[in-house]
């Protein structure tokens, strides 16, 4: 059976896998939006009122592209905290950064709008906050802050069974070298070149694992990683049934699968206000 080319189209949370291996079974099912259930505490409703009225003055006022905006949160009293937590939630998106100080992130239910916290090495909270863009602004900055070039190797050093991977592996060096910031993503499909399991190997272990790792829950699972190129992500599609359907690597500084849209921005400001209607 010939394989069938899966390409990645859209911009931001709006991309999707389009195509279907016909060997292989779809997702049924996605995330969707689900109201938050709030709590019947009227302090607790007050002073998440307050709270809500300063996300949604951030939120209404951010567009793509420009710098996140960030509300502090660490010292936010018991009942406001429990009040995030259950108006929050947990949206699409997950990740997690590891370093000194380890950071995660977890979109809330309104798209574009993130729960990020810092946290001290023994595992404790150390800053929390509320952060409005279309991703944490820790995804572009820590991703590849230690990240350095890497040196094409030798032909006759390759060691047996390597066949496609050093094409690929200089193909991919060359668009990030050449890179700004900004650029159209460059994405190689794997699953569309004949690759041995020694290539795989291969490429992984030149590529190595960065510190980012997110998540992105739809139609299926993606799982998004950086690596110790400098913009270079891997980047695979699981359906529903956790069999791997799509496996790229794209050059870019953030992959849109995993960011917000303007228009999931503004979405989200309208289900904000709906939410202070009814429950404020």
């Not at 899966?6 to 931001?12: E, F, R």
């Not at 952060?131 to 900055?141: L, Y």
Request: aromatic share 6%.
């Amino acid at each position: 059976m010939n394989p069938i080319a899966i390409p990645v189209v859209g911009a931001g949370r709006s991309v999707a896998v389009e195509g279907s291996p016909g060997y292989l079974p779809l997702p049924e099912e996605m995330a969707t939006y689900a109201g938050p259930s709030l709590p019947d505490d009227p302090e607790m409703l007050r002073r998440g009122g307050q709270l809500l009225a300063a996300i949604e003055q951030e939120m209404a006022a951010y567009r793509v592209g420009d710098p996140n905006r960030t509300l502090d949160i660490t010292d936010v009293d018991d009942l406001g905290r429990r009040f995030l937590d259950e108006a929050l939630g947990k949206g699409e998106v997950g990740i997690r950064y590891r370093g000194d100080t380890p950071i995660r992130a977890e979109e809330s239910i309104f798209a574009g709008l993130w729960r990020v916290q810092y946290l001290r090495e023994d595992g404790s909270l150390l800053r929390d906050t509320l952060e409005v863009g279309d991703i944490p602004r820790m995804a572009r900055e820590m991703a590849f802050a230690t990240a350095a070039d890497v040196a094409l190797p030798d032909a006759g050093a390759l060691p047996p069974g390597i066949g496609n991977a050093p094409h690929v592996l200089a193909e991919l060096v060359a668009r990030v070298r050449a890179f700004q910031p900004g650029d159209a993503s460059h994405v190689v499909n794997l699953s569309l070149l004949p690759m041995s399991p020694e290539d795989f190997s291969w490429l992984g272990g030149m590529l190595g694992e960065g510190p980012l790792a997110i998540v992105s829950r739809g139609y299926g699972t993606c799982r998004i990683r950086s690596t110790r190129l400098r913009y270079m992500w891997w980047v695979q599609y699981y359906n529903s049934s956790d069999l791997l359907i799509l496996n790229t690597l794209e050059v870019t500084d953030v992959p849109l699968v995993a960011c917000a849209a303007q228009e999931d921005v503004e979405d989200s400001v309208a289900r904000i206000r709906e939410v202070g209607e009814v429950y404020m």
